[in-house]
Nanobody, 126 residues
Framework: QVHLVESGGGLVQAGGSLRLSCEASGGTFSRYVMGWFRQAPGKEREFVATISRSGSSTDYGDSVKGRFTISRDHAKNMLALQMNSLKPEDSAVYYC???????????????????WGQGTQVTVSS
């Protein structure tokens, strides 16, 4: 099972940018559909973005479209989330996740992902 470790979270002012990273180990990175989710206190886990195994296809939650960009680097076994024009409502713990190896289809459902990182906190001040 792939092991995932997020980094890059922090405190930023509204309108600013952050770049999250997720390092994958223990598996062949290119075999995994990957995703980013987030969870704010008292709220359900929310889909943010997903990317295909090759990186050629992506999908985003409606609340982040046009502001966030998901990408992957197979040489470094890294998943990234570039977040621009941040809003206070983007504040949450952000998690990277992987589907079972070999599965082709992307998904916006957290229950479809079987490996999760520990999360990284993002706080956007107004």
């Amino acid at each position: 099972q792939v092991h995932l470790v997020e980094s890059g979270g922090g405190l930023v002012q509204a309108g600013g940018s952050l770049r999250l990273s997720c390092e994958a180990s223990g598996g062949t990175f290119s075999r995994y559909v990957m995703g980013w989710f987030r969870q704010a206190p008292g709220k359900e886990r929310e889909f943010v973005a997903t990317i295909s195994r090759s990186g050629s296809s992506t999908d985003y939650g409606d609340s982040v479209k046009g502001r966030f960009t998901i990408s992957r680097d197979h040489a470094k076994n890294m998943l990234a989330l570039q977040m621009n024009s941040l809003k206070p409502e983007d504040s949450a713990v952000y998690y990277c996740a992987a589907r079972m190896p070999g599965i082709t289809f992307m998904s916006d459902r957290s229950r479809d992902y079987t490996s999760w990182g520990q999360g990284t906190q993002v706080t956007v001040s107004s």
